[in-house]
């Protein structure tokens, strides 16, 4: 790919906790939209054998910090900001490209973005980057490369229960399936712990504080049940075109 002038590319954060819905919807719209390439921040963990173990349950740590590779991570999304192409990914995605839309739902969502084609192309070699990811608001130097960021979340019990009807994950190494009370022990205290600091109280179940939503400039995406995706969709789209 030719480099982009870096004031044509634009990376947006997909943010929250895992199972909020960001890694769907950012899917969803990467599929949709034009010009855009979608980034897992899951494709940067470090190698099975290197995962730290949590000392209190002797699992190993997915949810930490430590367990991605961060200097890589920043030196990524670094050459991305700054237009220099896109670096190859050995991705550890799963191959699936169900929308889980219907086709009235994908066709609304593809005249909203017609609507507004020239935010997307501007005749300048535009870039949009999607970056989907748990841990990308608790570290301000990666947060402020973002220039869109939309901050996924949803309550414990919802998240719980999202997390525990999943088979697994894939690794670097292999495959993750979660041992018994994996949630609150790991995932739920590591997401407390990183982003606490965006919510009113320090209470990740109450409202983003306003005041810290509107320095780092984050948008709040609730997505409990009941919330349709298309919704969802239709609301990360509108705030995307309107930030860009």
């Known amino acids: 790919m030719t480099a982009s002038k870096p004031e044509n590319v634009i990376l947006v954060a997909f943010g929250g906790p895992s199972s909020s819905g960001k890694t769907t919807v950012a899917k969803t719209l990467a599929a949709l939209l034009p010009h855009v390439t979608l980034i897992h921040q899951d494709d940067f963990y470090l190698a099975d054998s290197q995962i730290p173990i949590d000392k209190a ?3 190993q740590d997915w949810d930490c910090p430590e367990a991605l590779n961060f200097d890589k991570f920043k030196k990524y999304l670094t050459v991305l900001k700054n237009g220099e192409g896109e670096p190859p990914i ?37 870039h949009i980057y999607f970056i989907d990811g748990f841990m990308l608001f608790h570290d301000p130097e990666i947060t402020n490369l973002f220039d869109v960021k939309l901050f996924f979340h949803a309550s ?61 400039k984050i948008h709040d995406v609730k997505n409990e049940d009941g919330c349709k995706l298309i919704d969802l969709v239709t609301s990360a789209l509108n705030i995307i075109i309107h930030e860009i």
Do not use: C, M
């Open 57 to 59: 349950s002797g699992y």
């Open 90 to 126: 050995d991705s550890i995605q799963p191959d699936d490209l169900d929308l889980k839309l219907l086709s009235n739902e994908i066709e609304a969502i593809k005249t909203i973005a017609k609507e507004h084609e020239t935010k997307f192309n501007n005749g300048k070699q535009k």
């Open 156 to 216: 414990f019990t919802t998240l719980k229960r999202r997390r525990e009807a999943r088979s697994g994950y894939n690794t670097v190494e292999g495959f993750w399936t979660d041992p018994p009370e994996y949630f609150e022990k790991i995932v739920w205290p590591a997401f407390e712990s990183s982003h606490k600091y965006l919510f009113t109280n320090n209470d990740v179940e109450g409202q983003l504080n306003p005041k810290v939503a509107a320095q780092y």
